[in-house]
Each structure stands twice: as structure tokens, then as C-alpha cells.
Nanobody, 126 residues
Framework: QVQLVGSGGGLVQAGGSLRLSCAAS????????MGWFRQAPGKEREFVAG????????NYADSVKGRFTISRDNGKNTVYLQMNSLKPEDTAVYYCAADSSRAAYPSRGSMAYEYWGQGTQVTVSS
């Protein structure tokens, strides 16, 4: 099992930047595919970005491509989401998640991820 603790959210003006972090417990973090999802009020949870266990393969939702960057440091058991050029529509609770399937490519589906962090609020003002 792995426990995830997300942090780094906050209030930022449109055009600004934030970096989210997700710290994982356990010695097998490097085996997990990691993902970031978000959920805005009244909306379903949606995929934001994913990264393979090695960190070589990443994928992004079209809405954040070119603005957000997912990365990981397996030595620190941490995955990051660098968010630049933030827009009001990026406002949501952001969740990190872990997938133990050892698939080659990070899934965009939330059902693939067994472990979830508690969520961190990101608010972008216009």
C-alpha cells in the first residue's frame, strides 16, 4: 500500500503559477504510475496529468497541455505538478493518485488508480 499527502494549493491570480506536491509513504513508490486529477464544484473528477513509474512517459489533458508539467523524484517519493499560466477554469480540488498496475502508459481513467491523496484546493482569481 501507499499513502499520499498532497500540498501546495492556494489562491493565485490568473496568469500565475503554483506547484503542487504529493508525498508518498512506503518503499515501492518507484513502481507506481502517478496521476493528478481535479474536481471543480458541481463537476465530475477529471484527469489532469499522468506519469509512468520511471518518469519517462507523461500525458496530459488537452486543457492543460503546454501549461502544466508533471514530474517525479523517486528518491524523494514525491510527484509534482507545476502549473503555469493558470486560468480561472483551473479552479478545483486537485488530487494525486497512484496506480500499481505497472502499465506502460499512465491511464486517464480514475478507476485505474487505487490510492488517492486528500486533495488540495487551487483557486484562480480573474
Amino acid at each position: 500500500q501507499v499513502q499520499l499527502v498532497g500540498s501546495g494549493g492556494g489562491l493565485v491570480q490568473a496568469g500565475g503559477s503554483l506547484r503542487l506536491s504529493c508525498a508518498a509513504s512506503g518503499r515501492t513508490f518507484s513502481r507506481y504510475i502517478m496521476g493528478w486529477f481535479r474536481q471543480a464544484p458541481g463537476k465530475e473528477r477529471e484527469f489532469v496529468a499522468g506519469i509512468s513509474a520511471s518518469g519517462v512517459i507523461t500525458n496530459y489533458a488537452d486543457s492543460v497541455k503546454g501549461r502544466f508539467t508533471i514530474s517525479r523524484d523517486n528518491g524523494k517519493n514525491t510527484v509534482y505538478l507545476q502549473m503555469n499560466s493558470l486560468k480561472p477554469e483551473d479552479t478545483a480540488v486537485y488530487y494525486c493518485a497512484a496506480d500499481s498496475s505497472r502499465a506502460a502508459y499512465p491511464s486517464r481513467g480514475s478507476m485505474a488508480y487505487e490510492y488517492w491523496g486528500q486533495g488540495t484546493q487551487v483557486t484562480v482569481s480573474s
